[in-house]
C-alpha cells in the first residue's frame, strides 16, 4: 500500500493549486480525479479564456451561511498573489471590465501553470482514477489515518482534503462525492441549488417574449423584500426558455423559489418624463419612441404587450397621461416570477455545501481531524466575475498551509 502525507480528491482549481502548494512545502502528495481530462472546468471558463480572479474582492461577494468566513483565506492570498504568480510563469492577461481579469491567450495557460506547481512541488497524480471507499483511525500523530480504495488500488494518508467541486454541469463529471463524504463524517451539509445559472418562466406566459431570444440590453435586476433587497447592474439577455446574461446569472443566486425579481429596463433614463416629452414633440407611434429608449425589437413587443392594440398604434400625442404613465412605470419596474432554472446542466456553480460551522476558517480543516475541504464544495458561493475563482486559489492555499503545520513540515 502506498503511503502519501496528502491525499486530495479532486483535480481541479482548488484541488491542483492546493496540492502545488502543498508540494512545495515539503508534503508527500497524491491527487486523484475520476474524470479524463483534467480541470475541464477552467478549460470552458471565461469563453475559453478563464476569468481567474477579480481585481476587487472581499467578503461581501461571497454567499455562505456564515458571510463571515470566507474574510480569513481571502485576506491571506490575494488576488495580487496569485497575478505574481501569472507573472512568474510569463502568462499575459487583462482587465475586461469591472475588475474582472483573463487569460489574453487561453485557459490552457492556467490549467499549464497550475501543472508546472504540482510539478515543482513532485506531486503525484492519478487520473482517471475513481475514488470508492474511505475509512478513518486514529492510529497515533505519525500514523497514516486514512485509507482510500481506488480504482488504482488503495492508499494511505495522514490527510484528506476534498476539492471536488459542486453538482454544476454533470456532463463534465460533476458529483455530490465531496457532500457524501462530509455526511459520512457525520459534518453537516447545507443544502445545495443551482447558482449563477438561468432563469426560466412558464412557457405560455413567456411566449411574446421567446421571440427575442439573443436580445440584449443593460438593466437593473433585482429580488428581494425592502429589508433584504439584492441589485445588480448588468446585461440581460433574453433567451427562448426565459433570461440568462450577467445581470440574471448574478441574481440567480440570491433568487428564491416562488418570489420575484423586478427589472428596471432603462436604468439611465426617467421612463416617464421621456414618453411625456416625446408626447409635447412627436407624431410618432409608442413604439416608434420606446426605441429610442430600448432595442427596436423589444419595443414593438413591449407595447403590444402594454397597450391595446388600437393605442399601440396610434401616435403617441394622443396617448392619455394616465397610460404613458403606466407604460412608463412597468418599463421601469418590470416584476416577474420564474417557474425555476435551467438546473445543475447549465449552472455555473452550485450554492450551498460544507458547512462553514465544521470548518476553520484558517486552515479549512473539519471537525472530523485531519479531513479537509476547500473550493466549490464548501458553502462559500462567488459572484460572477472571478470571485469564485478566488475563493479556489484562497482556500487551497490556507488549506496547504495548515497541512504542512499540522503535519511538522518545515515552511
Not at 496540492?19 to 502528495?29: F, H, I, R
Not at 508546472?116 to 475509512?135: F, I, Y
Not at 446569472?249 to 421621456?274: C, H, K, M, V
Not at 393605442?311 to 416584476?335: H, S, T, V
Amino acid at each position: 500500500m502506498q503511503e502519501f502525507d496528502v491525499v486530495i480528491v479532486g483535480a481541479g482549481a482548488a484541488g491542483l493549486f492546493c496540492a502545488g502548494v502543498a508540494g512545495q512545502l515539503g508534503l508527500k502528495v497524491l491527487v486523484l480525479d475520476h474524470a479524463e481530462k483534467v480541470a475541464e472546468k477552467i478549460r470552458i471558463s471565461g469563453g475559453g479564456r478563464c476569468n481567474f480572479t477579480n481585481l476587487d474582492v472581499n467578503a461581501a461577494n461571497f454567499l455562505s451561511e456564515n458571510p463571515r468566513f470566507a474574510k480569513s483565506a481571502l485576506s491571506r492570498y490575494t488576488p495580487r498573489d496569485f497575478l505574481a504568480l501569472l507573472q512568474k510563469h510569463n502568462i499575459a492577461f487583462h482587465e475586461k471590465h469591472k475588475g474582472q481579469l483573463f487569460c489574453d491567450r487561453s485557459a490552457e495557460d492556467i490549467i499549464t501553470l497550475l501543472l508546472a506547481e504540482c510539478m515543482s512541488g513532485g506531486v503525484t497524480r492519478w487520473q482517471p482514477c475513481s475514488l470508492k471507499a474511505v475509512r478513518y483511525s486514529d492510529g497515533g500523530t505519525d500514523a497514516a489515518h486514512y485509507q482510500l480504495d481506488t480504482s488504482s488500488g488503495t492508499v494511505a494518508c495522514k490527510a484528506l482534503v476534498i476539492a471536488t467541486g459542486g453538482l454544476s454541469i454533470p456532463k463534465m463529471g460533476a458529483t455530490d462525492l465531496g457532500y457524501r463524504i462530509a455526511k459520512q463524517f457525520d459534518l453537516p451539509v447545507v443544502e445545495t441549488r443551482p447558482a449563477l445559472v438561468p432563469l426560466t418562466f412558464d412557457e405560455t406566459a413567456w411566449a411574446p417574449f421567446a421571440q427575442l431570444s439573443g436580445l440584449s440590453l443593460p438593466v437593473q435586476i433585482s429580488t428581494g423584500g425592502k429589508k433584504n433587497t439584492t441589485s445588480f447592474r448588468e446585461d440581460l439577455l433574453f433567451t427562448h426558455r426565459g433570461l440568462s446574461g450577467p445581470g440574471v446569472l448574478q441574481i440567480s443566486s440570491y433568487w428564491q423559489e416562488g418570489s420575484a425579481i423586478r427589472l428596471n429596463l432603462a436604468p439611465d433614463t426617467d421612463a416617464a418624463a421621456f414618453l411625456q416629452q416625446a408626447k409635447a414633440a412627436s407624431r410618432k407611434r409608442i413604439a416608434n419612441e420606446l426605441a429610442a429608449l430600448l432595442p427596436s425589437r423589444l419595443a414593438d413587443t413591449w407595447a403590444a404587450q402594454s397597450l391595446t392594440a388600437q393605442a399601440a398604434e396610434r401616435p403617441i400625442n394622443e396617448a392619455p397621461d394616465k397610460a404613458l404613465n403606466a407604460l412608463a412605470e412597468r418599463i421601469a419596474r418590470w416584476e416577474l416570477t420564474p417557474t425555476g432554472t435551467e438546473g445543475y446542466r447549465k449552472a455555473e456553480v452550485t450554492a450551498g455545501g460544507v458547512d462553514t460551522k465544521a470548518l476553520s476558517s484558517q486552515t479549512m480543516e473539519s471537525k472530523q481531524p485531519g479531513l479537509y475541504f476547500i473550493g466549490e464544495v464548501v458553502d462559500v458561493t462567488g459572484w460572477l466575475g472571478g470571485y469564485n475563482f478566488q475563493w479556489a486559489w484562497a482556500s487551497a492555499y490556507a488549506c496547504a498551509q495548515g497541512l504542512a503545520a499540522r503535519l511538522q513540515k518545515p515552511a
